[in-house]
């Protein structure tokens, strides 16, 4: 069993910020497979599917950000989920905006979504898709991840999401290993 995970805000004020680009991925995967992502259990909006005999989750944690972990851990343990089956989708800071990238494990980077989770699993080596969301220097970082943009700003964020079936697919398909290769050697 799998657990993928889109990190986001919960509320319409917050649908269409930055720190919102897991969401986001989360729901145009689940549409590009007819799924409805409404089930409600542990204050996490969820839906089950099946891939080659495996159950799969698709989670929005609907806490807000910074207590996501909470969330991913009551679905663990009611699931009992393995920590290496675990994927988690977030906006990035460090990453180039529309661009993704790929890790087994890493710091949170001072993303309050991750030091949430790494202090619920007591770990912080878990599968992870980063979504680009660039900086600003001239602006506060909490009023830049979920402030509004302009819309050239958000189609090029959201590059990924528009590809999200590709890439969660090549995830349940390929070894970690050849995905983090695919993606983060450039090949798109």
Known sequence: MKLIVGLGNPGKEYE?????AGFRFIDKYAESKNLVIN?????????EFNHNGEKIILLKPQKYMNLSGEV?????????????????IYDDLD????????R???SSGGHNGLKNIENHLKTNEYKRIKIGIGKDKHQNKIDYVIGSMPKEEYEIINKPTAQSEK????????????FMNKYNGGEK
């Open 167 to 178: 890439i969660i697919d090549d995830y349940l398909n390929l070894t970690f290993d050849n």
């Open 104 to 106: 087994y494990k890493g």
């Open 39 to 47: 089930k409600e259990k542990f204050k996490g909006l969820y839906t």
């Open 95 to 102: 990453t180039e905006k529309g661009k993704i990238k790929i």
């Open 16 to 20: 269409k910020t930055r720190h919102n």
């Open 72 to 88: 991913i851990k009551e679905f663990i343990k009611f699931f009992k989920i393995n920590k290496e089956d675990i994927l988690i």
